[in-house]
């Protein structure tokens, strides 16, 4: 018999994964190194591991979302990303979407009882 807990942490899993996407983008107006983008994220409530993050980070610069630069200013070197021009539109119309997605589902709940 399936445990409902587990059932539902995978779900979740599968849910988050979309999610990630956007909140990533929502922190990289002002350009952000990786550890500090974990951290600000787990602030706001969403747990993202650096293993999940930085192939996000490479992934989303070969999109062209974000762009990436070395400082090397400090004792230890640091890559710092920021959303491009595209990067921002993107982000944009996805929040857009989002809110049309989340309005759906909560009438979609509401008429279920849920």
Do not use: H
């Amino acid at each position: 018999m399936a445990d409902v807990a587990e059932t539902i942490q995978g779900i979740l899993s599968e849910l988050r994964r979309g999610t990630i996407i956007i909140g990533v983008l929502s922190q990289l107006s002002e350009p952000q190194y990786g550890y500090s983008l974990v951290t600000v994220l787990e602030d706001k409530g969403m747990t993202i591991e650096p293993g999940t993050l930085y192939p996000l980070l490479r992934r989303l610069e070969k999109q062209l979302l974000l762009k990436s630069s070395w400082d090397t200013n400090e004792a230890r070197p640091r890559k710092y990303y920021a959303l491009t021009a595209f990067g921002r539109e993107v982000y944009e119309g996805l929040c857009r979407e989002w809110n049309v997605l989340t309005v759906s589902m909560q009438n979609i709940m509401d008429q279920d009882g849920g």
